[in-house]
């Protein structure tokens, strides 16, 4: 890089000159590749490579130690007939249906009901509200432990007061699942909130005292002002929440107190999921063919949810235009 200092009316001028400038080699696809590299190397190491490992070692059997032995499909006919691996599936599922709407709803709802306080106000409620987001989750799982407790749990002492009775929420497969959403939701929460208020705070304030001055009311405000214009961050907090379930593995492994072995879930297996029945044939059974296809079949059902999600988001679209 060269200076080029130059005097006049006795002002000193800089220029800076690109070592690059009048050259091909800055506009060079090549160029661009090369700085790109580094990335591309990582990206290819520790996703790719995996990705295609799990893919070979679906049709493979191998104990982790032997020479892998090629079997075709019979990895994923084996965990098809496998009772626990359709629990699990099944587990998740019901889990994806109950999480996902209320990821968004809560996230929503907390975001508007922050909005109403004064800046200062407002950014003490968003770090109290997102701490359980950076919580460990090995410490999120101990305190719902002991709060999930029934009879004696705080939590159960609450819904005690509605009339629900003593809930038993991490040993009865009834209500393992909602259980999960509960610490799930308190966990998420406020990221999402988080989110939502930067939505909020993008749309114009006149647009929204335009609709109070033509006599909306609150929902209103909400249903035809703010939310047309929180669509796309909803939908991003959708897939996020989507891709979140669906590998969801340490805080029903933790709430479980599962292990690394064939049984996990809880009582049950309540909360038994894929992820955590990978593991359990991997290093519980050393089945690690099946583990990766049971990987192959959940990454299999995230591709085909994510691709009806754009897909319905495209349609939406061109009806509007």
Not at 147 to 170: A, K
Not at 194 to 215: T, W
Request: charged share 10%.
């Amino acid at each position: 890089m060269s200076v080029d200092i130059s005097i006049s009316s006795g002002r000193a001028r800089g220029h800076l000159t690109s070592p690059l400038a009048g050259s091909d080699l800055s506009s060079s696809p090549a160029w661009s590749y090369a700085l790109l590299s580094p990335f591309l190397l990582v990206y290819a190491v520790f996703v790719l490579l995996p990705i295609f490992f799990g893919l070979a070692l679906s049709l493979m059997k191998w104990d982790g130690v032997g020479t892998p032995q090629f079997i075709g499909l019979a990895n994923f006919q084996a965990i098809a007939t496998n009772r626990k691996v359709l629990a699990a599936f099944g587990n998740l599922i019901y889990f994806v249906a109950l999480q996902v709407p209320i990821a968004v709803i809560s996230g929503l709802s907390l975001a508007l009901f922050v909005d109403r306080f004064s800046p200062r106000a407002a950014a003490f409620i968003r770090a109290t509200l997102l701490l359980p987001f950076i919580m460990p989750l090995f410490l999120t799982a101990a305190i719902w432990l002991w709060m999930l407790v029934p009879q004696f749990g705080l939590f159960d002492q609450l819904t005690s007061v509605f009339g629900l009775g003593n809930v038993e929420w991490l040993s009865n497969p009834r209500y393992m699942i909602p259980g999960l959403v509960i610490v799930e939701t308190w966990r998420s929460a406020g990221f999402n909130m988080v989110l939502f208020y930067a939505g909020l705070k993008a749309i114009p304030i006149e647009q929204r005292e335009a609709a109070r001055i033509d006599g909306a009311n609150t929902l209103q405000e909400i249903g035809f002002v703010i939310l047309p214009q929180l669509a796309p961050i909803a939908f991003i907090i959708t897939i996020n929440a989507l891709f979140g379930t669906f590998q969801v593995f340490d805080l029903p492994w933790l709430l479980s107190k599962s292990g690394f072995v064939e049984g996990q879930g809880g009582a049950g297996g309540g909360l038994l999921f894929p992820v955590m029945q990978s593991v359990a044939a991997g290093f519980g059974s050393l089945r690690f063919g099946q583990a990766a296809a049971i990987g192959v079949v959940l990454l299999l059902l995230i591709i085909f949810v994510t691709t009806l999600m754009f897909g319905a988001r495209t349609l939406l679209r061109r009806r509007h235009v």
